[in-house]
């Protein structure tokens, strides 16, 4: 018999080019793993539904929602979340945009639309404004009205950023 | 919220999977995208005492060109199915339907096999999968079977697999006709209130399906009947919700759901040039 039945398993990950390892219920959401495990906060728990997306990070480069995944099924993989964007003091290209278009008032939802936004323009780097608006539509923000966080995908796809080519 | 507790095993073949399920019985339940499983376990609405993950059988991750059909293997996620070309080219409306499934996370995660094992007679693929008369494999102790897609589904969130069986394969006849997608919804990502699916067959028969009208997913088959016998869209349209037996939620009467299916199967089967 080659599989294993026990109360804890090991999982074993890469975030933010970083190795972690714990021993977790099998139960245990990938979100609240690397809240609470991993210990980076960043990442968003904002539904009990799968609704609103604050809580996406990528999996192996695309985007998933954390709390709709199992730490175990994770066991191995390449994870980014938010801390993981900038490059040092300079943030990525899609957070500039979003500080330069004022795509956020609370920013509670940020950290998930920004990691959805950047997961979007590596499928599809030049969306139009309806691509963006549904391949957005799995996070949700009660403040902004997404007006300007459409500008800000659009804002980074077109390389306007000050971080990918615009204008200092 | 978290789900109830589990022991958890990590199938590494479709042989082991079916023999944890042989094992484990009704205690038991496979997790593959878990985009259905782990919500309603999270409300504990579904509490096994076992979890399956075959979420890394990466061969029965496929889609394959076999001329008159494509097979997709059962743990392909949606997100495949959506960008692939051979889907476009052979099977067009199933890539249209799944690129309507949630939003871009869910599609990065769910898998043609959980949105057909699941029985969910909300979900929009399998009624993409009766519209061109797909047919299932599944594979259990005692070897593999094919199923028709209409003998599929059994009841609500039930089907015919048995609870030591592993789908493994979907096989949809190709066909270069026309097709339609009808897909209604008040909300970005929601699941439909109602849709309508609709293909001209290789035969040149029409398959028509409904989401959302029944507590299974259900062949519009008055429709069908009505279109073999030389109605047009609009009067065929006009029967698409007999034989249907749709509930009553927050977003819809049974008259209102009953009109919908009406409207957009019209709309569907117009659109498939009918
Ligand atoms: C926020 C959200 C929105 C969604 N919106 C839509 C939508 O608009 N339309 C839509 O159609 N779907 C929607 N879905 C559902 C999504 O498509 C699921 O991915 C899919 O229904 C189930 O696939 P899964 O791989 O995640 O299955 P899982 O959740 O892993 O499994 C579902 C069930 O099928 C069984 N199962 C899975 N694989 C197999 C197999 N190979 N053999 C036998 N049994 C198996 C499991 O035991 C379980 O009972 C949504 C999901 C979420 C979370
Ligand atoms: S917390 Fe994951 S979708 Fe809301
Ligand atoms: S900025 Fe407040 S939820 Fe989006």
């Known amino acids: ?11 074993s990950v890469t975030i933010n080019g970083a190795e972690y390892s714990h021993e977790v219920e099998p139960r245990t959401l990938l979100v609240n793993y690397i809240r609470e495990q991993a210990g980076l906060t960043g990442t968003n728990i904002g539904c009990d539904t799968s609704s609103c997306g604050a809580c996406t990070v990528h999996l192996n480069g695309e985007s998933v929602k954390s709390c709709t995944l199992l730490a175990v099924q994770a066991d191995g993989e390449d994870i980014l979340t938010i801390e993981g964007l900038a490059d040092g003091e300079r943030l990525h290209p899609m957070q500039e945009s979003f500080r330069e278009c004022h795509a956020l008032q609370c920013g509670y939802c940020t950290p998930g639309m920004v990691m959805a936004a950047v997961s979007l323009l590596k ?46 | ?21 042989a094992e484990h019985g009704d205690d038991a339940k496979l997790l593959a995208g878990g985009h259905s499983l782990l919500p309603l376990m999270r409300f504990r609405l579904a509490r096994p005492a076992v ?41 067009g409306l199933l890539g249209e339907v799944t690129s309507h499934v949630g939003d871009p996370q869910v599609r990065h995660r769910g898998t043609i096999g959980g949105a057909v094992a699941h029985g969910d007679p909300a979900s929009d693929i399998p009624s993409a999968l009766i519209a061109l008369g797909a047919v299932l494999v599944a594979a259990g102790p005692s070897g593999s079977r094919e199923i028709s897609v209409d003998d599929f589904f059994a009841g609500f969130l039930e089907t015919a697999l048995s ?16 097709w339609g997608f009808e897909k209604f919804n008040r909300r970005a990502q929601d699941w439909a209130i109602v849709g309508c699916s609709a293909a001209v067959r290789a035969d040149a028969g029409v398959g028509v399906a409904l989401v959302n009208m029944h507590p299974t997913p259900i062949r519009a088959g008055a429709t069908e009947a009505a279109l073999a016998g030389g109605a047009g869209a609009a009067q065929a349209a006009e029967v698409a919700a007999e ?10 009467s049974v008259e209102y759901r009953q009109h919908l299916a009406r409207v957009l199967t019209r709309r569907a089967l117009e659109a498939a040039g009918l």
């Not at chain 1, 963006?132 to 966080?149: A, Q, S």
């Not at chain 2, 034989?243 to 819809?252: K, Q, S």
């Open chain 2, 51 to 91: 979890v399956v993950d075959i979420g890394r059988l990466n061969d029965l991750k496929y889609i394959r060109d076999e001329g008159d059909h494509v097979a997709i293997g059962a743990l392909t996620r949606h997100r495949d199915v959506e960008t692939s070309e051979v889907v476009a080219a052979k099977v």
């Open chain 1, 123 to 168: 499928e599809n780097p030049s969306p139009s404004e309806r691509e963006v608006r549904l391949g957005l539509e799995g996070n949700l923000c009660r403040c902004t009205g997404y007006h300007n966080i459409v500008k800000a995908v659009l804002h980074c796809a077109a390389g306007a950023s000050a971080t990918n080519g615009g204008a200092q």
């Open chain 2, 163 to 178: 609870p030591e069986e592993v789908l493994t394969e979907v096989r949809i006849p190709a066909t270069d006709g026309a």
């Open chain 2, 243 to 252: 034989g249907c037996d749709p509930t009553e939620d927050l977003n819809a």
């Open chain 1, 1 to 11: 018999m080659h599989w294993r039945m026990k109360a804890v398993e090991r999982v």
């Open chain 2, 1 to 21: 919220m978290i789900p109830a507790a589990f022991d958890y095993i990590r199938a590494t073949s479709a042989d082991e999977a079916i023999a944890a399920l």
